[in-house]
């Protein structure tokens, strides 16, 4: 059960995020970055990605419980990395598909299920 599966947010791997602060604490003197993928993915497309990776329909298992469902938020959930890029030189590494695959693996890995499903 989930809420609004059109809800927007941009979503980046840890890895690429704790990359970035090594950067900032390399720095000659600290400053602020916003660090992000600086796009906008959708709630929809984050769990098509997971399901499709193990090669299963998510509109099978998903269904939206308008208990989980928030207002629209007002302004657009996606960052602006361009200062990052530019002054630590820092660009994401892994793709929202990557990550997506690392978390989905994870999941399998700790229910003990790896190995058992047919990855892409």
Avoid at 18 to 40: K, N, P
Avoid at 60 to 85: I, T, Y
Wanted: glycine share 6%; charged share 30%.
């Amino acid at each position: 059960m989930l809420g609004d599966l059109s809800a927007t947010r941009d979503w980046s791997s840890a890895r690429d995020v704790v990359r970035a602060m090594w950067l900032m604490l390399q720095q000659e003197e600290a400053d602020d970055y916003v660090i992000c993928s600086g796009h906008s993915r959708s709630v929809r497309e984050l769990v098509d990605t997971a399901f499709s990776y193990v090669g299963i329909d998510a509109d099978e298992f998903v269904r939206v419980d308008q208990r989980f469902v928030r207002p629209p938020e007002p302004v657009p959930l996606v960052g602006n990395p361009s200062k990052a890029w530019e002054h630590l030189g820092w660009k994401p590494a892994v793709s929202f598909e990557e990550m997506i695959g690392e978390m989905v693996e994870q999941d399998l890995h700790e229910l003990g299920k790896v190995g058992e499903w047919q990855t892409t």
